[in-house]
Antibody, heavy 124, light 106 residues
Framework: EVHLVESGGGFVQPGGSLRLSCAAS????????MNWVRQAPGRGLEWVSF???????YYADSVKGRFTISKDNSKNTLYLQMDSLRPEDTAVYFC??????????????????WGKGTTVTVSS | SYELTQPPSVSVSPGQTASITCSGD??????VCWYQQKPGQSPVLVIY???KRPSGIPERFSGSNSGNTATLTISGTHVMDEADFYC?????????FGGGTRLTVL
């Protein structure tokens, strides 16, 4: 069964760093769109970042310059390096597999497999 | 940046039809997908490419998209369908979520 398992969450002070991991099973992250999506307590879903190939990475404006997404194809694992953390980064972080393409002149993107999430708390 | 707007809440009686809207500028020119999220759980994809259902999603879930509005329709709503629903689209290599709609079945 296709599976994603996140780890690495925890408690960190403002300005600190954390690295999240997401291990994939029964599919390869190589050549696959992989995402991080977060959900602050009591709030909606917020897309954070996705990676396709090593130099094809995109970030939400709220994390650009502070977070770095990467993947290790040999370990079949996705990562999110989070630096300069702020209290507003407090959230459950989900990793998700994405699918992107075009039909005619319209593009689509959806996420069909999600992990259970890992919790990040940024507080002094 | 592109924005998607959803009503905060929708209520429906069991067995009735629930409609959840998602609005955005020329949204009909984009493909929309929908996620269901129950409390304490991860989101689940229920509709992709406007109106396609992933394997395992009941036929009572359907979608449409035209003009500036996409709609998720749940026919014959079950109590177990109570959840938060999020629309999502792709705009200029960015993933955009709607703010979410809480569906209450009572």
């Amino acid at each position: 069964e296709v599976h994603l398992v996140e780890s690495g969450g925890g408690f960190v002070q403002p300005g600190g760093s954390l690295r999240l991991s997401c291990a994939a099973s029964e599919f390869t992250v190589s050549g696959t769109y992989m995402n991080w999506v977060r959900q602050a307590p009591g709030r909606g879903l917020e897309w954070v970042s996705f990676i396709y190939t090593g130099d094809s990475t995109y970030y939400a404006d709220s994390v650009k310059g502070r977070f770095t997404i990467s993947k290790d194809n040999s370990k079949n694992t996705l990562y999110l390096q989070m630096d300069s953390l702020r209290p507003e980064d407090t959230a459950v972080y989900f990793c998700a597999r994405g699918s992107q393409g075009s039909i005619g002149r319209f593009s689509f993107y959806y996420m069909d497999v999600w992990g259970k999430g890992t919790t990040v708390t940024v507080s002094s | 940046s592109y924005e998607l707007t959803q009503p905060p809440s929708v209520s429906v009686s069991p067995g009735q039809t629930a409609s959840i809207t998602c609005s955005g500028d020329k949204l009909g020119d984009k493909y929309v997908c929908w996620y269901q999220q129950k409390p304490g759980q991860s989101p689940v994809l229920v509709i992709y490419q406007d109106n396609k259902r992933p394997s395992g999603i009941p036929e009572r879930f359907s979608g449409s998209n035209s003009g500036n509005t996409a709609t998720l329709t749940i026919s014959g709503t079950h109590v177990m369908d109570e959840a938060d629903f999020y629309c999502q689209a792709w705009d200029s290599s960015n993933v955009v979520f709607g703010g979410g709609t809480r569906l209450t079945v009572l």
